[in-house]
């Protein structure tokens, strides 16, 4: 018996170290002190005792129920204060408080030039057209009137994924796709990302941003490509900015140029970012190739177009002063909180 009793504090002291509520608490209670509990069936027990034996472990059991008894005490308090404790925590925040400010993001540098592109263009009657950047063979070389030998197809170029699949190169592969698809007259631009098998340095990054414009009419000449580029360019860079096209060759124009723009951070007279030309390339162009009209069965005798593509990132880096193109790929926040305040609407609308 005397084991027995033994083994019934060990395991109350044991139990009542882990209670954490008042719930806990009261079901201890009755299973060790209560009514039922084990300390009475020893009660009951003392009945079969002799009488010299009774008072012996009648006092054991009051002492076994007496330490019960304290540890239950010390346990209601320990809980109580722990209650306490959390009242007060839960009284000292101050529900008024106005709630923490959630930071809004911004649009990237290139996202708020790419806009701006797209808002003169649409001002000019274009329409923005999406392409894929995943493409095959035909879209972005082949019906571009790329031959099979030139260098641009080969590994060392163009980041292919199986044979006849890769990540375009360039957005002229939304020409094929929109003159696939709708019959002229068309203008539309299509705005998007490219890919190239280049490292990156401080102006080359294996991703980087095109805008594609394509125009086919009847009757569409070299004037109208001069024209519109060189509005886009008064409406980009302000109407200081002087103009000049160069000859140049790309597969899918004829004639081709490149058009330079008066360098915006000297104005023309020469410094290290026009690295003392003057000028700043920003844009390929060109009258649509008939060779490009026969490879999507676009009749070349009635349909004359141009086309244009002009690098976005150049066109951020250059009108943000940002030295490096990997500041736009890297994401660091540092950078692009600076731009937290260009929203769409405050840049020359
Ligand atoms: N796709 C050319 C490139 O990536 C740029 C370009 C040049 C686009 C002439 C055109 C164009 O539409 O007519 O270098």
Redesign the pocket.
Known sequence: MKEELHAILKQAEEDLKRAQTFFDLNNLKSRFVGKKSVINQFMKRLGSLSPEERPAFGKQINDVKTKIESIIKATEERINSKLYEQSVKAASFDYTMPARPSEIGSLHPISIIQHQIEDVMISMGFQVAEGFDVEDEFHNFDALNTPKDHPARNLADTFFIEKDVLLR????TV?IRVMENYKPPLKIISPGRCYRNDKFDQTHSPVFH?L???VVDENISFKDLKETLNHFAVRMFGTSCKTRFRPHF?P??EP?AEMDVSCFNCGGKGCSTCKNSGWIEIA???MVDPNVFDAIGIDSEKYTGF???CGIDRITMQKFCIPDIRFLFENDLRFLRQFNNFSDYNINR
Not at 169 to 172: A, E, G, K, L, N
Request: charged fraction near 5%; proline fraction near 0%; glycine fraction near 16%.
């Open positions: 190169t360039q957005t002229s020409q095109q594609e414009a394509l790309f899918f124009t081709s390929g162009a060109g086309a244009f593509g």
